[in-house]
């Protein structure tokens, strides 16, 4: 094989656009050569495509032995030990919560004319919450009636 074909194939092969046969062909080069004829620059790739061929000789001759996965029981002790654990854990810190507000200050108002002059406050707002969307409304009832033109002309 010409240097000057070796070369854009392995050009080709480093970018990945190679196809099966022009990468057979590779291999058959490089291990039919031996190391000495292969010219300096392409060291490297003869000995990747020597070592593909010689990784698929490769053979495990232990014996491998299988374990089972754990039983059955073993998951349903795993769930039972989960199950228990979130139940306390659930009882301990809803207990602890409970126990830290008994002595805080909610926010309680005790005169009734406070309460009421915060009840109008509040209200208040949640009236200007809603004046604010009812302004935006004008100007989809504005875009309705834009559309509907369109529609009739049509």
Not at 41 to 62: D, H, T
Not at 75 to 82: D, F, K, R, V
Not at 118 to 134: H, I, P, S
Request: aromatic share 12%; no cysteine; glycine share 4%.
């Amino acid at each position: 094989m010409e240097l000057n074909n070796l070369r854009a194939l392995l050009r080709k092969y480093e970018e990945g656009e190679t196809n099966l046969n022009e990468e057979k062909i590779l291999k058959q080069y490089f291990t039919t050569l031996e190391l000495e004829d292969v010219p300096e620059e392409f060291l490297e790739y003869k000995k990747l495509f020597s070592f593909s061929i010689a990784s698929k000789k490769v053979e495990y001759s232990k014996e491998l032995r299988l374990y089972r996965s754990s039983s059955k029981k073993n998951w349903i002790y795993t769930g039972a030990a989960a199950s228990i654990l979130l139940v306390i854990g659930l009882l301990f810190f809803n207990d602890f919560n409970n126990q830290s507000l008994n002595g805080e200050n909610l926010g309680t108002i005790e005169s009734p004319e406070q309460a009421y002059k915060k009840t109008k406050e509040t209200l208040q707002m949640v009236a200007n919450v809603f004046n604010d969307g009812r302004e935006d409304l004008q100007y989809l009832e504005e875009f309705n009636k834009t559309k509907n033109k369109f529609i009739k002309k049509q």
